[in-house]
């Protein structure tokens, strides 16, 4: 249901996705614009996590299609999976290597220029300089979670998937996250947060969805306090 | 084609570091290595049978077991923080993932295989000298491919629960065939044959390898993609 107007960077089209004989996703429809960040929201298990996994084109739909900037994702087309971040609920770092050879790694699975130094500018921004020679199982989960926002960030992504984004950050990191995403929007980014806290996304999100069951239960622009939403969001989940 | 090759290589070094900074696979196989030979050593009653007969078996079910606990390895690292997403998500043909994955294995077996040869050489007392350079081309051309069957099928075993018990079941009867060659030939060389005497087996493990390598890199896709 959520759609922009014009070109989108990310159109995915009657997504199916059971298991079983269950419906996780039932023809799921979602297009994303430049600048827009739509936060989806939904109870236990309506099925946010498996559509941001077939949005990152890491599951494959029972039926349907995305296309992120025009190019089908499932045919695996190098320029729709560089568009693509992903924050998923784990942090995609090794163990064995330190946060700075994790990051210049990523960096050369996506051919940036000088992998080194965008792995440096990118702890740098996420405020983990000092712990770039550390292994991520020296890190708190805080500081994980910022290590993985950073590797979802590096290559600069059109699309950005963030699940759970603000989960064992401190307000601080939290605040810094929102400058941060507000600053990419503003460059032309496409964002998905999947959330059950709304009161963190709502200052960044310019749609909010509601996923219940797999399918869309309802979706508006974000206009006015969440105060305001949330006799609709209790309406459409049935709580 | 360069790309991919660069990619591969990224791969291959991710792996090679990450081993280097935890030695878990290499120092695992090698002790298991030793522990194969000492058992044989002890078990084998020499006034039986000949060392020169009994070593090139004892040699191969050594490099293969010790290979396989080197092979275990290769994708367990990439189950840890869903490490194989990331590469999943990234643009890094599934071709790249395959070859970088081969070569990171190749370096470690190849290292495992490095070690080995010296303590079998103290435990059988075999003079090696003479055929070293045969027995390092038939392990290469050996190691590779049962190396791309176990890179392939360590993708498939990470997904299950039981990943270190699914790779030995679904990995030792691809690795027959080229040990039986592998075994074959070393035993001629040990024996100072001619060349003419191996060919036959040294052309059934290029053919296993070139078989099994294309085939590997063709179905790999399927295997990590959901």
Partial sequence: ????????????????????????????????????????????????????????????PAAGDVRVLGHALAEGAPQARRAIG????????????????????TARLYGLPAPADAARDALAEAGL?????????????????????????LHRPRVLLLDEPFTALDAASADRLRDLLRARLAEGLGLVIVTHNLAEVWDVATRVAVLVGGRWAGEEPVAGPLTAFLPRYREWTGG | MAESLRLALAVAG????????????????????????????????PTALAATDLAPSVLWVTFALAAMVALNRAFTIEREHGALDGLLLAPLPRGALFAGKLLANLAFVGTVEAVT?????????????????????VTALATIGFVSV??????????????EL????????????????AVQVTSRLLAGRPLSEMLGWLRLLALYDVVFVTLCTMTFSAVVDE
């Fill in chain 1, 1 to 60: 249901m959520p759609s922009c107007d014009g070109a989108p960077l990310l159109d995915a089209r009657g997504l199916l996705r059971s298991i079983g004989r269950f419906p996780v996703l039932h023809y799921i429809n979602l297009t994303l614009a430049p600048g827009e960040a739509l936060a989806v929201a939904g109870p236990n298990g309506a099925g946010k996590s498996t559509l941001l996994r077939i949005l990152a084109g890491l599951m494959r």
């Fill in chain 1, 86 to 105: 992903l924050l998923s609920h784990q942090s995609l770092l090794y163990d064995d290597l330190t946060l700075l050879e994790n990051l210049a790694f």
């Fill in chain 1, 129 to 153: 300089a000092a712990r770039a020679h550390d292994s991520p199982r020296k890190l708190s989960r805080g500081l994980l979670q910022r290590a993985a926002i950073a590797r979802a960030l």
């Fill in chain 2, 14 to 45: 991710k792996d090679i570091r990450a081993e280097l900074r935890s030695r878990t696979a290499l120092l695992s196989a090698v002790v298991f290595a030793a522990l194969v030979l000492v058992v044989f050593n002890f078990a084998r009653d």
């Fill in chain 2, 117 to 137: 040869l010296p303590l079998f050489v103290l435990f059988f007392n075999v003079d090696l000298w003479r055929a070293l350079p045969g027995l390092i081309g």
């Fill in chain 2, 150 to 163: 176990g890179t392939i099928f360590s993708a498939m075993a990470v997904r299950t629960r039981f990943a």
């Fill in chain 2, 166 to 181: 699914m790779l030995p079941v679904l990995l030792l009867p691809f690795m027959v065939p080229p040990l039986i060659g």
